[in-house]
């Protein structure tokens, strides 16, 4: 089992920036993959990004693309993401994922592949 914790989050006007962290615990002697997902009110969770388990390769969803970056120290187990240039359609509840690097290399995208989940924290944009 992996456990995961946030923080950051929190109430930030647009144009604003945000740091959320991440940090793993439990089985992680393997190599993980995390990363963000968020899941706005109505809304199915969705990709926002991850991270391979060296952080060599990252992916970044379409809409968050040149505004988040994700960055990982495997040293300490966490993953951050920080967000700037937000915008109110950012608001969500965001939540770090977690998962068993594959053997493959493959890193997958889709929420559904992801086993380990953290709590969520709250980010609200204002316009």
């Known amino acids: 089992q992996v456990q995961l914790v946030e923080s950051g989050g929190g109430l930030v006007q647009a144009g604003g920036s945000l740091r959320l962290s991440c940090t793993a615990s439990?089985?992680?002697?393997?190599?993980?993959?995390m990363g963000w997902f968020r899941q706005a009110p109505g809304k199915e969770r969705e990709f926002v990004s991850i991270s391979d388990w060296s952080g060599g390769t990252t992916y970044y969803a379409a809409s968050v693309k040149g505004r988040f970056t994700i960055s990982r120290d495997n040293s300490k187990n966490t993953v951050s993401l920080q967000m700037d240039s937000l915008k109110p359609e950012d608001t969500a509840v965001y939540y770090c994922a977690a998962d068993s690097a594959r053997l493959t290399g493959f890193t997958p995208l889709a929420a559904s592949e992801y086993p380990y989940w953290g709590q969520g924290t709250q980010v609200t944009v204002s316009s």
């Open positions: 439990g089985r992680t002697s393997n190599s993980l993959i």
